[in-house]
């Protein structure tokens, strides 16, 4: 049997057309929000939809640090706002973020979910969660060109050079969810599950599970022991700037 085409009759579609709920603002993909829509309009440069994409993973990937120590799970800390707000974020936020932007601009879109392994962190974050699988972790699927499109804007560009990590970039055309080696060839980052895509984020079940895991690690509303931490001070401990 031939794949399925796009409209153009040129790339592959890789899974059903996007329906209204798409491009709907949601309570955590509140793309209606009036900083979600001035972002959108700011950075969304470019004439096409991949053009806009491309544009609006950049801004969102090197524009807010990530910064895992700093969760909050209740409904208020993950929407794609609040990410504006604070400044910072982490995958799950991050892609919830790109994902309203997207929609802020008319780009269907949706969040996927998965399962990694050999996540970028540092020693403290891996002492506490007692693991080194990551579940749950974030990235943005984007309908472009007629197909799904996945796109990482975790890791700032910054923190990347701190680790010795090839930056992901993204075209809109291939998929970007990692690259499994570091710039000096090691393994680095592992996909074990993948929890499939979703037009507003489960936030329930994703507490449930990180509790279920984690354990002491965070409680909804105020983090855990790493919100008493500097991911940025761990970082610069562990990984000093050549040089400095």
Partial sequence: MNAPVSAEG????NG???TPACLASTPLFDSEHP????????????????DKAVALLYAVRDGFRYDPYQLDLSPEGMRASTVLSKGHGWCVTKAALLVAAARAVGIPARAGYADVRNHLSTERMRSTMKTDLFIWHGYADLWLDGRWVKATPAFN??????????????????DSIYHPFD???????????????YDDMPLAQI????QQLYGTW???SDGGPLAKASFDEDVTRERPVRGA
Avoid at 35 to 50: D, I
Avoid at 160 to 172: E, I, M, S
Avoid at 207 to 210: K, L, P, S, Y
């Fill in 10 to 13: 040129a790339a592959p579609v």
């Fill in 16 to 18: 059903p057309a996007p």
């Fill in 35 to 50: 900083a979600v829509q001035a972002f959108a309009q700011r950075h969304a440069v470019g004439v096409t939809p991949r």
């Fill in 157 to 174: 560009i910054e923190l990347c050079d701190r680790f010795g990590l090839l930056p992901l970039d993204f075209d809109g055309r291939s």
């Fill in 183 to 197: 710039k000096s060839g090691q393994r680095h980052m592992e996909y074990v599950n993948q929890r499939g895509t």
């Fill in 207 to 210: 507490v449930a599970d990180f």
């Fill in 218 to 220: 965070m409680s909804p």
